[in-house]
């Protein structure tokens, strides 16, 4: 019986270490329309009515009015951001012990929409997890490695419960003072406002920016606001619904996201929204301050 990780001494055979990614055409086809579609119509915009004008309003002032970045509001998004790795590094390492994501509740072979291995499942005999599972480095997995499942879901337990507590003490400080008005959307002009944003950034023009100490532009409020209110709640709802303890108590929650796959699937989808978010993030802010520079 294997007991031991690929991480200790002693196994009988090396490990597979060939990764590759297989997305099935019919949902590479759905993503790249939803990816591009946006793109082609901001240059369309662009190349044949010039680029929306965009106004910036005066900073406001005004006494009670949200202003700069206190302390607890710099404290929480480090925290975040920390969590947030770790999260997605010990998840890493509970997908490679089964790297194939369904959109149907009986993983029946060659029906997944993606997987991260270059392996076929055989038809011609017996095919199990163990087989399927695959070694995944520690530098970029926690624990990484292969057949660690065990000892990453508990590393996503902890992290997850301090993820939601630091998560919990945002938000609730968020609505005990006005910082709530930088991220909650007041007015359905935001929606317009965003696109204007959104034609700038994809083609490749800054747009003016506002006063980054008293409110944000449409598209990243919108952003932001879609992180804290929307994202992060739904991957903690999936997240439940892949808990065998509460599927087994309550067999019609992982129903309402379609089954316990599709409750995988959008927790990964939701995953890579957040690391998509955070580089494009962390790029704007590079490229904002050089240009102030």
């Known amino acids: 019986m294997r007991v031991f990780s690929e991480a200790h001494r002693g196994v009988h055979y090396p490990p597979d270490r060939r990764f590759r990614i297989r997305l099935r055409s019919k949902e590479a086809l759905v993503i790249g329309l939803v990816v591009l579609i946006p793109i082609a119509m901001a240059w369309i915009q662009f190349l044949f009515f010039g680029l929306p004008s965009i106004s910036v309003s005066p900073t406001q002032t005004m006494q009670g009015e949200p202003h700069g970045f206190p302390a607890w509001i710099r404290l929480t998004h480090f925290v975040n951001f920390f969590f947030l790795m770790l999260l997605a590094r010990s998840g890493l390492s509970i997908l490679m012990d089964h790297p194939r994501l369904y959109w149907n509740r009986n993983c029946t072979p060659k029906t997944e929409w993606i997987r991260f291995t270059p392996l076929e499942v055989p038809l011609d005999r017996i095919w199990t997890a163990k087989e399927d599972a695959r070694y995944i480095s520690p530098l970029l997995a926690l624990p990484g490695y292969r057949h660690t499942i065990g000892m990453a879901r508990s590393w996503h337990f902890l992290s997850v419960c301090v993820f939601l507590l630091n998560g919990f003490i945002f938000v609730l400080l968020l609505f005990c003072t006005t910082r709530w008005k930088r991220l909650v959307p007041t007015s359905w002009d ?97 490229l904002t301050r050089v240009r102030l520079e």
């Open 190 to 286: 935001i929606i317009p406002g965003a696109w204007n944003d959104f034609a700038h950034y994809t083609t490749l023009h800054l747009p003016p920016e506002p006063n980054g100490f008293y409110s944000y532009n449409p598209l990243q409020q919108l952003s932001y606001f879609a992180v804290v209110f929307i994202m992060a709640p739904l991957s903690m709802l999936t997240g439940i619904a892949m808990s065998p303890a509460a599927v087994n108590r309550f067999p019609w929650y992982p129903k309402l996201f379609g089954g316990r796959q599709s409750a995988r699937s959008i927790h990964l989808l939701l995953l890579i929204g957040y690391l998509v978010l955070l580089v494009i993030h962390v790029g704007l802010v590079i």
